[in-house]
């Protein structure tokens, strides 16, 4: 499956942003999906990830209660919604996927997913 980001942008804080995961090729349906994030010189951070039905979604406590990930497998399209955005969540967004594992647990590491989309820059000014 190929994965391309976008929907980036400059957003004031406290404001809102929608970005956007598309997918191509492959069943779309049999992947989980996460989003993560890098800033400049930092580790690539998991934000979220949505099981391959939509019906699980895990946060870690940095980004829970402002970001929501939902998708829509007809249209092969997964959305981060972010809103109350801050500064620090300024960094360039990655989505990726993996092949579901039912059992498996909620991935949250870079190396737990196949499949990566370019990056989409978010730039959230004070």
């Known amino acids: 499956v190929q994965l391309q980001a976008s929907g980036g942008g400059l957003v004031q804080a406290g404001g809102s942003l929608r970005l956007s995961c598309t997918a191509s090729?492959?069943?779309?349906?049999?992947?989980?999906v996460a989003w993560f994030r890098q800033a400049p010189g930092q580790e690539r951070e998991f934000v979220g990830s949505?099981?391959?039905?939509?019906?699980?979604?895990f946060y870690p406590d940095s980004v829970k209660g402002r970001f929501t990930i939902s998708r829509d497998n007809a249209k092969k399209l997964v959305t981060l919604q972010m809103d109350s955005l801050k500064p620090e969540d300024t960094a360039v967004y990655y989505c990726?996927?993996?092949?579901?594992?039912?059992?498996?647990?909620?991935?949250?590491?870079?190396?737990?997913?196949?499949?990566w989309g370019q990056g989409t820059l978010v730039t959230v000014s004070s």
């Open positions: 990726a996927a993996v092949r579901a594992i039912l059992t498996a647990p909620v991935v949250t590491s870079v190396g737990g997913y196949d499949y």
């Open positions: 949505i099981n391959r039905n939509g019906r699980r979604t």
């Open positions: 090729g492959g069943t779309f349906g049999y992947y989980d």
